[in-house]
């Protein structure tokens, strides 16, 4: 895969995703101010609307990101993704084989899959995709997980492990700790509960 995904990120090597319930906006007005922060590559998040209203939301906020330049993936929904060409999906350990995922969105689309170990993501760095994400790195409340944080140490081998692949870390990640987690050889950061808390 090329570095398309390290391209959208830019400079910030922050990589934030929409959350409505910590927010409290639709997707497209968190789109919006991410964008008047600088943020150049925006992943739409959604647990909670149905698919319908997930879609509508997406459209406008794929709209928005496409006026201020902002590179937009879809979380999990690759149908979603594909009916509303999206930049690209962020896939999880129990959603499409990224492979699949290749096939109908082809070769342009930045993909993505979540890890929660060491061999999940030397797996993952040899699929179809343009980015492998790790966590939880830190204690998070944004989403419920039964699996364990990994800290800065596991990250350092998951770097060595997944080679030149692009790595995200996600989980917990406050201000503090992202210049730590840089250093430990993540390319980009995800943000949630940090950033709207804010």
């Not at 934030?16 to 927010?23: A, G, K």
């Not at 919006?32 to 959604?46: A, C, D």
């Not at 492979?99 to 170990?117: F, K, Y």
């Amino acid at each position: 895969m090329s570095s398309r995904f390290l391209d959208a990120l830019g400079a910030s090597r922050l990589y934030p995703l929409t959350d409505r319930l910590i927010s409290r906006l639709r997707h497209d007005e968190q789109v919006y101010r991410l964008s008047e922060k600088g943020m150049t590559l925006v992943q739409l998040r959604e647990k909670i609307l149905s698919a319908r209203e997930f879609y509508e939301e997406a459209a406008s906020a794929l709209s928005a990101g496409r006026e201020r330049g902002v590179t937009i993936i879809v979380n999990d929904r690759v149908d979603i993704a594909l009916a509303l060409k999206a930049d690209g999906v962020h896939l999880g350990q129990d959603d499409m084989p990224a492979e699949a995922a290749r096939r109908l969105l082809g070769p342009d689309s930045i993909i993505g899959v979540s890890t929660h170990t060491l061999e999940q993501a030397q797996g993952a760095a040899e699929l179809p995709v343009d980015y492998v994400a790790i966590g939880p790195l830190f204690s998070t409340v944004t989403k419920e997980s039964s699996h364990a944080t990994l800290g800065l140490d596991s990250l350092r081998l998951v770097r060595r492990a997944v080679g030149n692949m692009p790595l995200v870390a996600i989980g917990g990640i406050k201000a503090a700790t992202h210049q730590a987690i840089i250093d430990a050889g993540a390319d980009g950061i995800a943000i949630i509960s940090d950033l709207w808390s804010h």
